[in-house]
Nanobody
Framework: QVQVVESGGGLVQAGGSLRLSCLAS??????????AGWFRQAPGKKRDLVAA???????KYGDSVKGRFTVSIDNSKNTVYLQMNSLTPGDTAVYYC?????????WGQGTQVTVSS
């Protein structure tokens, strides 16, 4: 089993930046993140893909965040990051991380990002 915990959300003004973190663990066992994705869900809307990354493949981004967001994996820290720049009120949502490892996969509980105008 794998456990995933997101952090880094908060309130930021339009034009600002935030970095979300997604820490994966598996009962103290060594793990390697093979693939990960960040998704977001605004009130009354469906959950959409924001960014995805996997070993040996280039990152993919949703059209609305291309050029502003960057996803990366640091396997030395079992962590996936989402660097978000030039934020707009349209980026306001709960952000969820999904991680795939050789021990299994899991979703995090979500972290709220609110961008004020």
């Amino acid at each position: 089993q794998v456990q995933v915990v997101e952090s880094g959300g908060g309130l930021v003004q339009a034009g600002g930046s935030l970095r979300l973190s997604c820490l994966a663990s598996s009962s103290g066992r060594t793990l390697s993140i093979n693939a990960a994705g960040w998704f977001r869900q605004a009130p009354g809307k469906k959950r959409d893909l924001v960014a995805a990354i996997s070993k040996g493949d280039s990152a993919k981004y949703g059209d609305s965040v291309k050029g502003r967001f960057t996803v990366s994996i640091d396997n030395s820290k079992n962590t996936v990051y989402l660097q978000m720049n030039s934020l707009t009120p349209g980026d306001t949502a709960v952000y969820y991380c999904h991680v795939e490892t050789h021990w299994g996969d899991d979703w995090g509980q979500g972290t709220q990002v609110t961008v004020s105008s």
